[in-house]
């Protein structure tokens, strides 16, 4: 038989098979169809004997073993293949029925695969990554890699005693994608890919669309099922498709799961996470008691350092293992749905880390990331930027995002340093880094990845939310891409959040030299639908907190908060805030530990939630905050030229005039009664909130009774009321007109009002991210 057999070896590709080089393993392993017979081989090292079994007739054949170290060969008569398995004697005694992972054929489809390539299959993780599927009636798992520059990939794990040798995956032509279908396997199963490269270097690495993944520091890839889940939040995803975010509510409060709560084993000693089906309820229930209308989760997309908050990618398609599986995680946003609350997702798509595991130099060449260090590597950072003009690149990008939302449900993506992407001189000086075409600093690429981004997803999933971490002035973030915007639906106000915190550290004596900072952010509210935010990165790296950012005695710091976070609700725009900061903690934010809840044992920051809460509230049953965000008519300046007493008087309106808010905030510490202000309407002006009340820690400078309006000239307007403003305070008043009034007069805006905010018009970058 050995003598049959010989001659239809194909000895030099056997010999590459046999140092690790082969990358199509499939033509000399499995079963071909000769002129003597059926010949059927198979390359398993440490086995010492091999039977084939005919599956139909249950015959079995020895097979011969052709070479040392585990190439064995069966010459079965027959001109049709046969569907077998084989009966393996390994070298330690043990027996197994396995099937051979070499007698099937390709399974990926060619259209699939020529999509991906170029840059278009949206659904790029359905087709690589590892698949639990069934071929031939056998159960087993498909994998697929893109890694074009490989000398020769294969999928090792506990299953193959992670011996690169045993299973060689079969390159797809010149896609790059390289497949095998191993019978089997379960989920559960840990994998990477060992990568054979140029110059003989051996490489393990994570699937980069890998569902799962062990927790760090580990970091091979977990076989798992992701269509298992039964999802109970119909309801929610009709409601949302239906729903216009521009005229509702939307108070975002910021999570670090980690950071949330987690279990405590003694006083500030903490033992791990809470799983995602523990904190949900956790978390839900805090927040819609507060009157939040979503969540924001910083990422929680696989990553294996603590300390990056998850804005180091390695895992884009993993939740992390940190607080359970996949499923958890889908039973998290499932749950928030069903209470109510909207899931907004952090993602990364600037930057990922140089981990030896991850993407970095993946296939031996710079795959994911620019060749060009000037064009690939981010100094601040000490990251790899992506090469968006890469279609393969693009297309794992924009696939993940839709992968999270349509697989994950969440209901909009925040993209993180997103002027990190649109600027190639970002963070860099002169000589590091590379002009584009027409010599300019604007990524074309990056701009051309985020039009593509934002029209599909809108295409597929028009209930989704985009949302841009934008820190210049980049124009049309937010304007659509048929008006050469970049088709986001929101962009953080970074201008804002830096001015108002700016001004807001004054001393009160002080702040009427900057009053120009507190009314600038007017100047350009409509150039972008903007989120007001107070994120995470105001509270870190000695940043202080926010009740650690306000100035003067403890007393006065609570009451500049709540003045603080006031003038930000009755600012035009959509609000986010940090968790933590709504009870007034005082340290910044620590991944490592729980917020300080013990805090609600002090009257004062109890005080601070109560009155956060209370504001929430006011914001979402009042339209006249939120209804007319994005439209000038939805604002009106009463008085914005009271530097001397750091006053300002503004409305926020919807069509309905019934429904007009007058709002007003003095950021000194000087009480004012029987101060006069101009009112829009003749009525009857009624307080339905203020600061400074007593339940919220203030000195009760309230106006518990109506104001009638008086045909007294002030602020421009025919009309007016005295009122008393309390210290470092925040005062709402709504209006009841007589039937059949005529609203009071406007007069023109005072010219000093415009001197006071006129700044220069260049780009303004401000940079936050100090640990991204």
Same mark, same amino acid.
């Given at each position: 038989?050995?003598?049959?057999?010989?001659?239809?070896?194909?000895?030099?590709?056997?010999?590459?098979?046999?140092?690790?080089?082969?990358?199509?393993?499939?033509?000399?392993?499995?079963?071909?169809?000769?002129?003597?017979?059926?010949?059927?081989?198979?390359?398993?090292?440490?086995?010492?004997?091999?039977?084939?079994?005919?599956?139909?007739?249950?015959?079995?054949?020895? !097979?011969?073993?052709?070479?040392?170290?585990?190439?064995?060969?069966?010459?079965?008569?027959?001109?049709?293949?046969?569907?077998?398995?084989?009966?393996?004697?390994?070298?330690?005694?043990?027996?197994?029925?396995?099937?051979?992972?070499?007698?099937?054929?390709?399974?990926?489809?060619?259209?699939?695969?020529?999509?991906?390539?170029? /840059?278009?299959?949206?659904?790029?993780?359905?087709?690589?990554?590892?698949?639990?599927?069934?071929?031939?009636?056998?159960?087993?798992?498909?994998?697929?890699?893109?890694?074009?520059?490989?000398?020769?990939?294969?999928?090792?794990?506990?299953?193959?005693?992670?011996?690169?040798?045993?299973?060689?995956?079969?390159?797809?032509?010149?896609?790059?994608?390289?497949?095998?279908?191993?019978?089997?396997?379960?989920?559960?199963?840990?994998?990477?890919?060992?990568?054979?490269?140029?110059? =003989?270097?051996?490489?393990?690495?994570? =699937?980069?669309?890998?569902?799962?993944?062990?927790?760090?520091?580990?970091?091979?890839?977990? +076989?798992?099922?992701?269509?298992?889940?039964?999802?109970?939040? #119909?309801?929610?995803?009709?409601?949302?498709?239906?729903?216009?975010?521009?005229?509702?509510?939307?108070?975002?409060?910021?999570?670090?799961?980690?950071?949330?709560?987690? *279990?405590?084993?003694?006083? /500030?000693?903490?033992?791990?996470?809470?799983?995602?089906?523990?904190?949900?309820?956790?978390?839900?229930?805090?927040?819609?008691?507060?009157?939040?209308?979503?969540?924001?989760?910083?990422?929680?997309?696989?990553?294996?350092? =603590?300390?990056?908050?998850?804005?180091?990618?390695?895992?884009?398609?993993?939740?992390?293992?940190?607080? /359970?599986?996949? =499923? %958890?995680?889908?039973?998290?946003?499932?749950?928030?749905?069903?209470?109510? &609350?909207?899931?907004?997702?952090?993602?990364?798509?600037?930057?990922?880390?140089?981990?030896?595991?991850?993407?970095?130099?993946?296939?031996?060449?710079?795959?994911?990331?620019?060749? #060009?260090?000037?064009?690939?590597?981010?100094?601040?950072?000490?990251?790899?930027?992506?090469?968006?003009?890469?279609?393969?690149?693009?297309?794992?990008?924009?696939?993940?995002?839709?992968?999270?939302?349509?697989?994950?449900?969440?209901?909009?993506?925040?993209? %993180?340093?997103?002027?990190?992407?649109?600027?190639?001189?970002?963070?860099?000086?002169?000589?590091?880094? $590379?002009?584009?075409?027409?010599?300019?600093?604007? @990524?074309?690429?990056?701009?051309?990845?985020?039009?593509?981004?934002?029209?599909?997803?809108?295409?597929?999933?028009?209930?989704?939310? !985009? &949302?841009?971490?934008?820190?210049?002035?980049?124009?049309? +973030?937010?304007?659509?891409?048929?008006?050469?915007?970049?088709?986001?639906?929101?962009?953080?106000?970074?201008?804002?959040?830096?001015?108002?915190?700016?001004?807001?550290?004054?001393?009160?004596?002080?702040?009427?030299?900057?009053?120009?900072?507190?009314?600038?952010?007017?100047?350009?509210?409509?150039?972008?639908?903007?989120?007001?935010?107070?994120?995470?990165?105001?509270? $870190?790296?000695?940043?202080?907190?926010?009740?650690?950012?306000?100035?003067?005695?403890?007393?006065?710091?609570?009451?500049?908060?709540?003045?603080?976070?006031?003038?930000?609700?009755?600012?035009?725009?959509?609000?986010?805030?940090?968790?933590?900061?709504?009870?007034?903690?005082?340290?910044?934010?620590?991944?490592?530990?729980?917020?300080?809840?013990?805090?609600?044992?002090?009257?004062?920051?109890?005080?601070?939630?109560?009155?956060?809460?209370?504001?929430?509230?006011?914001?979402?049953? @009042? *339209?006249?905050?939120?209804?007319?965000?994005?439209?000038?008519?939805?604002?009106?300046? &009463?008085?914005?030229?009271?530097?001397?007493?750091?006053?300002?008087?503004?409305?926020?309106?919807?069509?309905?005039?019934?429904?007009?808010?007058?709002?007003?905030?003095?950021?000194?510490?000087?009480?004012?009664?029987?101060?006069?202000?101009?009112?829009?309407?003749?009525?009857?002006?009624?307080?339905?909130?203020?600061?400074?009340?007593?339940?919220?820690?203030?000195?009760?400078?309230?106006?518990?009774?109506?104001?009638?309006?008086?045909?007294?000239?002030?602020?421009?307007?025919?009309?007016?009321?005295?009122?008393?403003? *309390?210290?470092?305070?925040?005062?709402?008043?709504?209006?009841?007109?007589?039937?059949?009034?005529?609203?009071?007069?406007?007069?023109?805006?005072?010219?000093?009002?415009?001197?006071?905010?006129?700044?220069?018009?260049?780009?303004?970058?401000?940079?936050?991210?100090?640990?991204?």
């Amino acid at each position: 038989m050995y003598e049959q057999i010989y001659p239809l070896m194909q000895w030099p590709q056997i010999e590459a098979l046999m140092y690790s080089e082969h990358d199509i393993p499939h033509q000399i392993l499995g079963q071909r169809i000769t002129e003597e017979g059926i010949l059927i081989t198979a390359y398993i090292p440490t086995a010492v004997r091999i039977i084939v079994k005919n599956i139909k007739t249950n015959k079995e054949y020895p !097979m011969i073993m052709m070479e040392d170290g585990g190439y064995f060969a069966a010459l079965i008569p027959g001109k049709r293949k046969i569907k077998y398995a084989f009966i393996v004697e390994y070298d330690n005694g043990f027996i197994a029925e396995v099937e051979d992972p070499y007698a099937f054929d390709v399974i990926l489809q060619p259209d699939d695969i020529k999509k991906f390539n170029s /840059g278009i299959n949206y659904e790029a993780y359905r087709i690589l990554g590892a698949h639990l599927m069934e071929v031939d009636e056998v159960r087993g798992v498909h994998f697929a890699v893109w890694a074009p520059e490989a000398i020769r990939v294969s999928v090792v794990g506990d299953f193959n005693l992670w011996d690169g040798r045993r299973h060689p995956m079969r390159r797809l032509g010149e896609s790059g994608i390289h497949e095998l279908f191993i019978p089997d396997l379960i989920e559960g199963e840990k994998y990477k890919y060992e990568i054979k490269i140029k110059g =003989d270097t051996i490489v393990l690495k994570s =699937d980069p669309y890998g569902f799962f993944s062990e927790v760090r520091p580990k970091s091979a890839s977990i +076989i798992y099922d992701i269509d298992k889940y039964s999802w109970t939040d #119909d309801q929610w995803l009709a409601k949302c498709r239906k729903t216009d975010t521009n005229k509702v509510p939307m108070l975002i409060y910021e999570v670090h799961l980690g950071g949330f709560k987690r *279990p405590a084993v003694s006083e /500030g000693e903490y033992a791990g996470f809470y799983n995602y089906r523990e904190l949900a309820p956790m978390i839900a229930s805090y927040v819609k008691e507060m009157g939040y209308t979503h969540i924001e989760l910083m990422p929680i997309m696989e990553h294996p350092l =603590d300390e990056s908050w998850g804005y180091q990618v390695t895992g884009y398609y993993a939740p992390t293992s940190r607080y /359970g599986n996949p =499923d %958890d995680f889908m039973y998290f946003v499932d749950y928030m749905h069903n209470q109510g &609350i909207g899931v907004i997702f952090d993602w990364v798509p600037a930057h990922f880390p140089r981990d030896l595991s991850g993407l970095a130099v993946f296939d031996g060449t710079c795959l994911y990331e620019h060749a #060009d260090p000037r064009q690939g590597s981010h100094p601040h950072w000490g990251t790899l930027i992506y090469n968006y003009g890469r279609p393969e690149v693009s297309n794992f990008l924009i696939a993940n995002a839709l992968y999270w939302v349509e697989q994950y449900h969440v209901d909009g993506i925040r993209i %993180d340093a997103v002027a990190s992407m649109l600027y190639l001189d970002y963070g860099k000086d002169d000589g590091e880094w $590379v002009a584009n075409i027409y010599g300019g600093n604007e @990524n074309l690429e990056a701009i051309e990845f985020f039009k593509h981004l934002n029209s599909i997803m809108k295409r597929r999933n028009k209930r989704a939310v !985009m &949302i841009a971490e934008e820190s210049t002035a980049w124009p049309k +973030i937010t304007h659509p891409i048929s008006e050469d915007g970049l088709g986001f639906d929101y962009k953080w106000n970074m201008g804002w959040m830096n001015d108002f915190l700016k001004y807001m550290q004054e001393d009160p004596l002080a702040r009427s030299y900057h009053y120009g900072e507190l009314l600038f952010s007017m100047i350009y509210a409509y150039s972008e639908k903007f989120v007001l935010v107070l994120s995470h990165d105001e509270v $870190v790296h000695g940043k202080g907190s926010m009740l650690g950012k306000m100035p003067g005695t403890m007393t006065e710091k609570f009451a500049n908060l709540r003045t603080a976070y006031g003038f930000m609700m009755a600012h035009p725009g959509k609000k986010l805030l940090f968790m933590g900061q709504e009870f007034a903690q005082l340290a910044e934010f620590s991944e490592a530990k729980s917020l300080d809840w013990g805090l609600l044992e002090v009257a004062e920051n109890l005080q601070m939630q109560s009155y956060v809460k209370a504001l929430n509230h006011l914001y979402q049953s @009042n *339209p006249a905050f939120y209804k007319f965000d994005f439209e000038p008519e939805g604002f009106e300046w &009463i008085n914005n030229i009271s530097a001397n007493e750091s006053i300002v008087v503004f409305l926020r309106k919807t069509k309905i005039a019934d429904e007009t808010l007058l709002i007003v905030c003095n950021f000194d510490t000087v009480s004012h009664t029987n101060y006069k202000i101009g009112v829009p309407f003749i009525g009857k002006y009624k307080e339905i909130f203020n600061s400074d009340a007593l339940v919220y820690g203030g000195s009760d400078a309230i106006n518990p009774r109506l104001k009638q309006s008086k045909k007294s000239e002030c602020d421009g307007r025919e009309n007016s009321i005295n009122i008393t403003v *309390p210290p470092l305070g925040m005062s709402v008043f709504t209006c009841t007109k007589p039937k059949k009034t005529q609203p009071s007069k406007k007069a023109p805006l005072n010219k000093s009002a415009s001197e006071l905010v006129e700044r220069k018009h260049s780009v303004r970058t401000i940079t936050t991210k100090d640990n991204k």
